[in-house]
């Protein structure tokens, strides 16, 4: 017989068994708080995880408040709140009061958890749940859950998920500005690699030889994962596999990375991640930027043949980009631009996701969204890799010459439209010249 502990406050999880036989028990739900001891002792609080069972006989607890009973042992000076984890009530084995009271017959019980004592009462199951949080710069997890293979997989992707976006979001927030340059650099960079492009990429059933149906574009790996080695992000682009819909289990899992360079982090902290109502398990990293795709809604389906060429921009669901094949020059042709918060937009997912067509007429619209001090309207990433601002009022030919490869329009004088933003602390863009100048860049269009 064991006197019963100071009954210490109810902690999320079971407390401990008072004798020092004691065998390590289930891992039970929120329980009652405190310790039993062998002899009396002095205040002690419920621990946060779930305790052991009070015997050797004794390997699991059930999942039930214990009812205290009565024996020998007294109870400390003042129970502990009782939460909803118990100790077994069956059999010879004595179960747990409330809190830190003393149980009956010899000792105190275990806790709430996977197995039943020898009894017979009924078990409750209860939902499972997985929590964090934290405090300064330390994370904690918390979770409650009967660990079967479908459960096991849930709590690795929750945590896994909960890692990428505290990660995300710790960096993202220490953002000065938006990381446009960076991001305007990679077209300098494929050009100079001799990179081609595509919208989206071809399924494994699209490069069989045999008779297939093209897959739609939005349920292919999108072109901006080829962006991620230039933005120092390989390990996330090795872990895709673009031959696979961008919904495959892998992808997913590399899809919900954030890209730091993909967000404006003056955007409201909800549209960093993309939740999509189809995918309520995942939250997928977001881009504000999009490849423009031509005039027209359609545009992204159009072929890049004669009909078509003076309509369309530098991407398309199926066609390549070539950025040494831009007759109306890189400095002139818009690359990216930025879109409004308000649609989720997972930076993995082809098809309208990440490739838009401009409507022929109120054409900036659908790109225009608030960017603090005053400026309201869509900043472009050019395809020389400067960076450009136009307000919302830009006129209708002027942005539609900027969104074609091949148009030959006008945009006017190029810096009176759509000024440039120079990187931080400095008063000049850097426009990097890596890779062959072509020799038709500049003079096209604007000045």
Excluded: C
Excluded at 45 to 74: F, L, S
Excluded at 219 to 224: A, D, F, G, I, L
Excluded at 319 to 342: A, Y
Excluded at 361 to 383: C, E, I, Q, W
């Amino acid at each position: 017989m064991m006197a019963g502990g100071f009954g210490g406050q109810g902690g999320p999880m079971g407390g401990y068994g008072a004798d020092p036989r004691m065998m390590m028990g289930g891992m039970g739900r929120p329980g009652a708080g405190g310790f039993s001891a062998p002899t009396g002792g002095g205040p002690m609080m419920g621990g946060p995880m779930g305790g052991y069972g009070a015997d050797p006989r004794q390997m699991m607890g059930g999942n039930r408040p214990g009812a205290a009973r009565p024996g020998a042992a007294t109870g400390g000076p003042a129970p502990g709140a009782a939460g909803p984890g118990g100790g077994d009530d069956g059999g010879d084995v004595a179960t747990g009061g409330p809190g830190g009271q003393a149980g009956g017959g010899v000792r105190l019980g275990g806790f709430g958890g996977f197995g039943g004592g020898s009894g017979s009462a009924q078990e409750e199951v209860a939902p499972s749940y997985l929590r964090s949080w934290f405090v300064g710069k330390v994370v904690y997890i918390g979770f409650d859950a009967e660990v079967n293979s479908d459960t096991d997989l849930k709590i690795r992707r929750g945590v896994e998920q909960i890692s990428m976006r505290l990660r995300g979001t710790t960096e993202v927030a220490a953002m000065q500005k938006p990381r446009w340059h960076q991001l305007a650099q990679t077209a300098v960079q494929i050009r100079g690699q001799n990179r081609i492009l595509h919208g989206t990429f071809a399924n494994d059933d699209s490069l069989s030889g045999a008779v297939f149906v093209r897959r739609p574009p939005h349920t292919r790996v999108s072109w901006m994962v080829e962006l991620l080695p230039f933005l120092g992000r390989a390990d996330i682009r090795g872990a895709i596999d673009p031959k696979k819909p961008w919904r495959d289990e892998q992808n997913l899992a590399a899809g919900a990375n954030w890209v730091p360079e993909f967000l404006i982090p003056t955007y409201p902290r909800s549209s960093w991640v993309a939740r999509l109502p189809s995918l309520p398990d995942y939250h997928l990293g977001a881009t504000h930027y999009v490849g423009l795709a031509g005039i027209g809604l359609n545009s992204p389906d159009l072929p890049d043949t004669p009909e078509h060429s003076k309509r369309l921009g530098l991407f398309g669901y199926d066609r390549p980009t070539n950025l040494d094949n831009v007759p109306d020059g890189l400095s002139t042709t818009i690359f990216l631009i930025t879109v409004p918060p308000s649609v989720p937009r997972p930076w993995i997912a082809g098809g309208g996701a990440t490739i838009q067509g401009v409507p022929e007429t109120n054409s900036l619209a659908p790109f225009v969204a608030d960017h603090g001090g005053g400026k309201r309207g869509a900043y472009v990433l050019m395809a020389d890799g400067s960076v450009r601002f136009l307000r919302h009022d830009t006129a209708d030919p002027v942005f539609k010459a900027l969104v074609t490869k091949a148009g030959g329009d006008d945009p006017g004088v190029l810096d009176a439209v759509a000024p440039l933003e120079p990187p931080a602390g400095s008063t000049k863009p850097a426009v990097s010249s890596s890779g062959p100048s072509p020799a038709k860049d500049d003079g096209k269009k604007g000045g």
